[in-house]
């Protein structure tokens, strides 16, 4: 099998093998849970519970009206305690339904519903009630993403396998243990969009799973096959998927539809599974829990809302004496948090606990024109320009140079001799360009 790739990137050690041999584990007891009430990426939406109330696992205890919303459920039977801003993953105040998981577990799930029989609207309909979003990046609605216009045919879905993340091994483990439940996902957006060709995205450090995706993809009826992909980050970013299977490039300020594409995690696929098969919102999410100062690094299965610190110790065990920094999700793209009392939510990862030599700071020096960021690029935009505009404040130069393009992957920083701090500028930078944006198209409607 050939193996692709894209142009650009960088090779951060990986140290994916301190939990990639372990099996996932299922917590589902906890003494309460701290579920942020928007996780998505759109609308906000509102509890419809109030505290006192009791609440089944699976029940709908947030929602809105409006396209790009996604409900909210419980990930545990008990009583609503308490409905308040509590800090998240973003290191922002956000409002959180608090639950007390009760001794008895009940459910409340979706009816059964078979989707190579139902319409492709109830078929969206049910995606949306369950809850999916994309648990690969900022949590985009499923049922959006899965209903592009009708100018726009859609003749790939790609699974989003590549797992790039140093650490991160959920994914492996996913593909590993439940392989069918990812292709029968995979089977069922093909349908949704009308995709006649599903191709899994699969970095080659994990080659072994190749011949069990492949078991799984001859037991579906859907055209699903599996390319491997260099090992480099960041593969997993969908427009460097595109690129390296399809050979497609996503025109700037675009999407993947606009090149005939649908991306999607294997995480994602998953649930997409299980909202039809069983009819099971999303109340768990998997994560990895690992770092240097982990001692017993796993894969898990959690309920949404639990607090990081509830992991310790009846589930994992770690050195408080080596912590120096907590990060949720991937080092690469992961925000650090301040403490564990942060709740995992539907997209987190991984939750990485590191030590002194892989939580390194280093002062700022100044550019010194290498263009290793320009090189590593993997959008091909010029970071050291970037930076120049922004440091200037200079947001039509900036945005006029691509900074709406920049995935903020990281790998400018990461290879940036001189430690400049870059994503990190183009993170806030990128926020004051729309913040410009916005005003200036409110001031033109006026």
Avoid at 118 to 129: G, V
Avoid at 181 to 201: C, N
Avoid at 362 to 380: F, H, K, L
Wanted: aromatic residues 4%; hydrophobic residues 40%; charged residues 25%.
């Amino acid at each position: 099998m050939s193996i692709k790739t894209f142009k650009g990137g960088a090779h951060p050690p990986e140290r994916k093998e301190r939990s990639a041999s372990s099996a996932i584990e299922v917590l589902d007891r906890v003494t309460q849970v701290v579920i942020p009430v928007n996780q998505h990426f759109g609308a906000p939406i509102q509890p419809l519970v109030k505290v006192g109330d009791q609440v089944k696992r699976g029940q709908k205890i947030a929602d809105a009206a409006g396209r790009m919303t996604v409900p909210l459920h419980a990930s545990v039977t008990g009583t609503v305690k308490k409905i308040e801003p509590r800090m998240q993953a973003n290191n922002l105040d956000g409002l959180c339904i608090i639950i007390e998981q009760a001794p008895v577990d009940e459910t409340e799930f979706l009816p059964i519903l078979d989707p190579f029989a139902c319409t492709k609207e109830e078929a969206l309909a049910r995606i949306r009630e369950a809850g999916i979003i994309g648990v690969g990046g900022a949590g985009f609605p499923a049922h959006v993403k899965f209903a592009p216009p009708p100018n726009k045919p859609i003749e790939y879905v790609i699974a989003n396998a590549a797992e790039c993340e140093p650490f991160l091994t959920i994914d492996e483990r996913v593909m590993e243990e439940t392989p069918a439940d990812i292709i029968d996902g995979m089977a069922i957006v093909m349908r949704i969009v009308g995709a006649k060709k599903g191709i899994v995205g699969l970095e080659d450090n994990k080659e072994h799973l190749v011949p069990i995706l492949e078991k799984a993809i001859a037991a579906s009826v859907a055209d699903i096959s599996v390319q491997l992909l260099a090992t480099k980050y960041p593969q997993g970013g969908e427009k460097m998927l595109i690129t390296a299977i399809t050979g497609r490039e996503v025109p700037s300020g675009g999407l993947p539809m606009d090149v005939a594409c649908v991306v999607s995690n294997v995480g994602t696929l998953r649930a997409v599974s299980e909202a039809f098969r069983k009819g099971k919102p999303v109340i768990d999410t998997g994560l990895t829990v690992s770092g240097g100062a982990c001692e017993t690094p796993k894969n898990l299965f959690v309920p949404v809302g639990m607090l990081a610190q509830d992991l310790f110790p009846a589930a994992v065990r770690y050195d408080e004496s080596k912590l120096r920094r907590v990060v949720m999700g991937g080092p690469m793209m992961g925000p650090a948090v301040p403490s564990l009392q942060v709740p995992i939510q539907k997209n987190t990862s991984g939750l990485l606990l590191m030590d002194a030599s892989e939580a390194k700071t280093y002062a700022e020096g100044p550019c010194i024109r290498c263009g290793r960021c320009m090189r590593a690029c993997s959008c091909r935009l010029s970071p050291a320009l970037l930076n120049v505009a922004f440091k200037a404040s200079d947001l039509d130069q900036a945005e006029a140079i691509g900074a709406l393009d920049c995935i903020e992957c990281g790998t400018c920083s990461f290879v940036c001799p001189s430690h400049i701090q870059l994503v990190q500028r183009f993170r806030v930078g990128k926020q004051l360009v729309r913040a410009k944006k916005q005003k200036e198209a409110q001031r033109a409607v006026k």
